[in-house]
C-alpha cells in the first residue's frame, strides 16, 4: 500500500491509500480509504545540556559539575518536536566521581518538561564531555546588612536564614567560616517585601544544590508612639 504525498502542504492532510496487486487479485475495499498526514516545518535549535547525578553522594559532600563542553546542542526535527525539547539530559553516576576531578563523555537524551524522552529529533552531538568532582560540604552563619535609610516612623528589618551550606574542594573548605550577602538597601522601603540575597562567596566556593541567590524577606513595623498628656499652665 502507497500514499501519494506529493501535493500534501504544511498542516493536516488525507491522503489516499492505494494498494497494488498482482494482475490475477482484485481488491474490495481499503480500510482506512484515507490517512491522516501531519506536516510540518523542519527547523533546528540551539537547547541546553543539563547535567543529572545518578546515586547519593557521600556524607558531606555533594557531586558537582565543574564544565560542560559543548553546553548547548543544535536539535533538529520537525517544529512541534523541537519545541517540546526542554534540554538534553547528561545522566553521570555518582560512583564514577571522586574527589579529584574526572572528566567524562556522557551520552544525552533529549526529554522534554516532565523528563521524558522526545525520540523523533536528531543531535548535533550524541555525548558531551563532562568534568565532574566531589565538593565537601558545611553549614556556616550568613550575615546579612542593610544599608540606606527608611522613614524614622517605621522599624524595618531584614528576615534571612541564620545559616547557609556551602560547598567547595575539601581542600578549602576550612577556609570559609562565614558568608556575608551584598547589603541591602532599605531606602524607600515601605511595606513587607521579598528578596533574593547574593553571598559574597571565595572563589571556587558555592552553594550547594547550585543555588546562586537566598531568599529574604524585608518586613516593616510602625515604630510604637506614646501620647503624653498635659495641664497648660495658666
Known amino acids: ?10 498542516g493536516d492532510n488525507y491522503v489516499d491509500v492505494e494498494v497494488h ?10 480500510k482506512p480509504a484515507q490517512v491522516r498526514l501531519t506536516i510540518e516545518s523542519l527547523v533546528s535549535r540551539q537547547k541546553d545540556v543539563r547535567v543529572v547525578f545518578n546515586g ?19 536539535v533538529t526535527g520537525a517544529s512541534s518536536s523541537v ?9 553521570v553516576n555518582i560512583s564514577d566521581v571522586g574527589a579529584e576531578e574526572t572528566t567524562l563523555d556522557v551520552s544525552l537524551t533529549p526529554v522534554d518538561e516532565s523528563g521524558n524522552e522526545v525520540t523523533d529529533v536528531t543531535l548535533s552531538s550524541e555525548t558531551a564531555r563532562i568534568t565532574v568532582r566531589l565538593y565537601a560540604t558545611k553549614t556556616v552563619p550568613l550575615v546579612v546588612e542593610t544599608v540606606g535609610t527608611s522613614d524614622p516612623e517605621l522599624d524595618v528589618s531584614v528576615e534571612a536564614p541564620e545559616l547557609v551550606e556551602i560547598s567547595c574542594p575539601e581542600d578549602r573548605i576550612d577556609e570559609v567560616i562565614e558568608v556575608t550577602a551584598e547589603p541591602v538597601d532599605i531606602t524607600g522601603i515601605t511595606e513587607l517585601t521579598e528578596i533574593s540575597l547574593t553571598p559574597l562567596l571565595p572563589e571556587g566556593v558555592q552553594l550547594t544544590s547550585g543555588k546562586e541567590t537566598v531568599p529574604a524577606v524585608i518586613r516593616v513595623e510602625k515604630r510604637p508612639s506614646k501620647i503624653f498628656e498635659y495641664a497648660s499652665e495658666d
Request: glycine residues 0%.
Open 1 to 10: 500500500a502507497t500514499a501519494d504525498v506529493s501535493q500534501c502542504t504544511k
Open 56 to 74: 547519593a553522594a557521600p556524607d558531606s559532600t555533594e557531586a558537582v559539575c565543574e564544565s560542560i563542553s559543548p553546553e548547548q546542542i543544535v
Open 21 to 30: 496487486t498482482p494482475s490475477s487479485s482484485t481488491v474490495s475495499s481499503v
Open 83 to 91: 519545541a517540546s525539547v526542554k534540554n538534553l539530559r547528561a545522566v
